[in-house]
Nanobody
Framework: HVQLKESGGGLVQAGGSLRLSCAASGLTFSSYPMGWFRQAPGKEREFLAAISENGGTTYYSTAVKGRVTISRDNAKSTVYLQMITLKTEDTAVYYC???????????????????WGQGTQVTVAS
């Protein structure tokens, strides 16, 4: 069965950086676009970033554009989210996501995600 497993979350000071990883198994990773969402306490889960199957196309939400970089390593079946200049409002659970193969890279709806990871907590302290 498909598994997406995030890692790399933790506690960081404002202004710091983190790199999240998501290791995928049980699917042909290179056939899926991949993305990241987050959910802050009391808020809806929101789309952050997406990357195409071969990594050639990326898309970022305006909330994080310029501060995050999504990348992937198909040989390792892993997608990454590098975050810099973290703010307290970035505190959330971060989720890895995979929509259907061939889904266009863009702001995905929750209903367009086929597979979710279990999430990794990121806490940014002031």
């Amino acid at each position: 069965h498909v598994q997406l497993k995030e890692s790399g979350g933790g506690l960081v000071q404002a202004g710091g950086s983190l790199r999240l990883s998501c290791a995928a198994s049980g699917l042909t990773f290179s056939s899926y676009p991949m993305g990241w969402f987050r959910q802050a306490p009391g808020k809806e889960r929101e789309f952050l970033a997406a990357i195409s199957e071969n990594g050639g196309t990326t898309y970022y939400s305006t909330a994080v554009k310029g501060r995050v970089t999504i990348s992937r390593d198909n040989a390792k079946s892993t997608v990454y989210l590098q975050m810099i200049t973290l703010k307290t409002e970035d505190t959330a659970v971060y989720y890895c996501a995979a929509p259907r193969p061939g889904q266009a890279v863009g702001p995905w709806l929750l209903s367009e995600v086929w597979y979710w990871g279990q999430g990794t907590q990121v806490t940014v302290a002031s």
